[in-house]
């Protein structure tokens, strides 16, 4: 009986012994594969580890100290908890020899973790304080307001032609800058908490009713598309909050304002102010998009007080220039203005636009097709600017 009782014993022993070798088998994996992921060159347009820009490259640098000290930490924890385990494992029944009290054991664990953060801060701080700095002024300003859920981009320094004389260029979701242009960001909403994040650009910065923060983007970004997005949980649609900075040569932006201050290739009749040329369905649509130039020019803009610029939805003037529309979620084309039109609150849930073929729209299909016909040739006379030569994601250094 006691015979067995020990081989029993000694199989528990041996069990256990096969099991922490299992676990550190496991942990140097699970290390080895965090090493080999962070050694990865792939681009990753929605981190900070493809940095394009100075700046971008600053954060990725405490990115960097926060991972290899983290790793550090999380090694030198494991190796310490493994080493406990074993060392002090249970032998027999007396009880070990009770410890209170370790002054050194103390002052080394308040110590090292004070010192840890202080590696943090220090270049933390010199880093927020040269953002601050460095957003004080630029060569050009960009008004950013962040809606639900979609980003609202006003020119202030450029004045374009609307139906009520100049006024800045607005446009939506996709922000071109030229490139070598220090840029300076004017992140305001008139709704909830948002987040402007372009990770290879620059830092990620809150976006908050009754502030303006500001957020520079340095003139060293080459040339090419960088996807942003929505960083701050702001309600049903915030995961399809996305946009696009697209850094171009001077004479591709040129172009494209220039193309903003041709007259559009469909108006109102100025005399009657009744609408040519453009399908009568599209009517709905006035009350909460613009289309600058024409009479479509009535929903609300920015930050004023008109609660109709709460609800407003995206300028539409020169869409059949932009990539993509619904904030990222489809392509600007036939057939993806077609499945937004036809498809609205199943595409994208939660979105404030109704769906106008269900009560008490109901339109057709037809008139659907109507209106991405028109949508589609809101282009300048001369066709869509030249792209960028850089298709895609830059590379990075
Ligand atoms: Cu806007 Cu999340």
Redesign the pocket.
Same mark, same amino acid.
């Given at each position: 009986m006691e015979r067995r009782t020990h081989d029993q014993a000694q199989a528990r022993v041996r069990n256990r012994r096969a099991s922490t070798a299992r676990t550190v088998t496991m942990l140097a994996l699970a290390v080895g594969a965090a090493l080999l992921l962070s050694a990865c060159g792939e681009q990753k347009p929605y981190s900070h580890i493809s940095p394009v820009t100075e700046n971008a490259r600053d954060i990725q640098f405490l990115y960097k100290i926060i991972f290899w000290m983290a790793l550090i930490v999380f090694i030198g924890v494991q190796a310490l908890i493994t080493y406990t385990a074993l060392r002090f494992r249970r032998r027999n029944e007396d009880r070990p020899e009770q410890i209170h009290g370790n002054k050194r054991l103390e002052i080394a664990w308040t110590i090292i973790p004070a010192l840890v953060l202080l590696v943090i801060f220090i270049p933390t701080a010199q880093t927020l304080y040269d953002f601050d700095a460095a957003a004080e002024e630029g060569e050009m300003e960009i008004d950013v307001y962040?809606k639900?859920?979609w980003w609202e981009i006003h020119y202030p320094g450029i004045q374009v032609a609307g139906a009520q004389g100049q006024q800045p260029l607005v446009t939506a979701n996709e922000v071109r800058i030229p490139q070598g242009t220090e840029v300076v960001f004017n992140l305001r909403s008139n709704n909830v908490i @948002?987040?402007f994040w372009v990770p290879q650009l620059t830092g990620k910065m809150d976006v908050i009713p009754g502030h303006n923060n500001r957020l520079a983007v340095a003139g060293d970004a080459p040339v090419g598309e960088y996807w942003g997005e &929505?960083a701050?949980? &702001?309600g049903a649609a @915030?995961a399809w909050?996305r946009f696009k900075v697209i850094v171009e040569p001077r004479e591709n932006f040129d172009a494209w304002v220039a193309a903003w201050q041709q007259p559009p290739p469909v108006d109102a009749d100025p005399s009657t102010g009744d609408v040519v040329d453009v399908p009568p369905s599209f009517l709905n649509c006035i009350a909460c998009h613009n289309v600058s130039g024409t009479m479509a020019q009535v929903a609300g803009q920015g930050l004023t007080a008109d609660p109709k610029s709460q609800s407003a939805g995206p300028n539409l003037t020169l869409l059949g220039c932009r990539d993509m529309i619904a904030a990222g979620l489809l392509p600007n084309t036939a057939e993806g203005l077609k499945t937004w039109l036809m498809h609205t609150n199943e595409v994208k849930e939660g979105v404030y636009m109704p769906n106008y073929t269900e009560e008490p729209y109901n339109l057709t299909e037809e008139q659907v097709d109507e209106i991405v016909a028109y949508l589609l040739q809101l282009k300048p006379a001369g066709g869509r600017p030249p792209e960028q030569p850089v298709g895609g994601v830059a590379a990075g250094d």
């Amino acid at each position: 009986m006691e015979r067995r009782t020990h081989d029993q014993a000694q199989a528990r022993v041996r069990n256990r012994r096969a099991s922490t070798a299992r676990t550190v088998t496991m942990l140097a994996l699970a290390v080895g594969a965090a090493l080999l992921l962070s050694a990865c060159g792939e681009q990753k347009p929605y981190s900070h580890i493809s940095p394009v820009t100075e700046n971008a490259r600053d954060i990725q640098f405490l990115y960097k100290i926060i991972f290899w000290m983290a790793l550090i930490v999380f090694i030198g924890v494991q190796a310490l908890i493994t080493y406990t385990a074993l060392r002090f494992r249970r032998r027999n029944e007396d009880r070990p020899e009770q410890i209170h009290g370790n002054k050194r054991l103390e002052i080394a664990w308040t110590i090292i973790p004070a010192l840890v953060l202080l590696v943090i801060f220090i270049p933390t701080a010199q880093t927020l304080y040269d953002f601050d700095a460095a957003a004080e002024e630029g060569e050009m300003e960009i008004d950013v307001y962040g809606k639900q859920w979609w980003w609202e981009i006003h020119y202030p320094g450029i004045q374009v032609a609307g139906a009520q004389g100049q006024q800045p260029l607005v446009t939506a979701n996709e922000v071109r800058i030229p490139q070598g242009t220090e840029v300076v960001f004017n992140l305001r909403s008139n709704n909830v908490i @948002h987040s402007f994040w372009v990770p290879q650009l620059t830092g990620k910065m809150d976006v908050i009713p009754g502030h303006n923060n500001r957020l520079a983007v340095a003139g060293d970004a080459p040339v090419g598309e960088y996807w942003g997005e &929505c960083a701050e949980f &702001c309600g049903a649609a @915030h995961a399809w909050m996305r946009f696009k900075v697209i850094v171009e040569p001077r004479e591709n932006f040129d172009a494209w304002v220039a193309a903003w201050q041709q007259p559009p290739p469909v108006d109102a009749d100025p005399s009657t102010g009744d609408v040519v040329d453009v399908p009568p369905s599209f009517l709905n649509c006035i009350a909460c998009h613009n289309v600058s130039g024409t009479m479509a020019q009535v929903a609300g803009q920015g930050l004023t007080a008109d609660p109709k610029s709460q609800s407003a939805g995206p300028n539409l003037t020169l869409l059949g220039c932009r990539d993509m529309i619904a904030a990222g979620l489809l392509p600007n084309t036939a057939e993806g203005l077609k499945t937004w039109l036809m498809h609205t609150n199943e595409v994208k849930e939660g979105v404030y636009m109704p769906n106008y073929t269900e009560e008490p729209y109901n339109l057709t299909e037809e008139q659907v097709d109507e209106i991405v016909a028109y949508l589609l040739q809101l282009k300048p006379a001369g066709g869509r600017p030249p792209e960028q030569p850089v298709g895609g994601v830059a590379a990075g250094d």
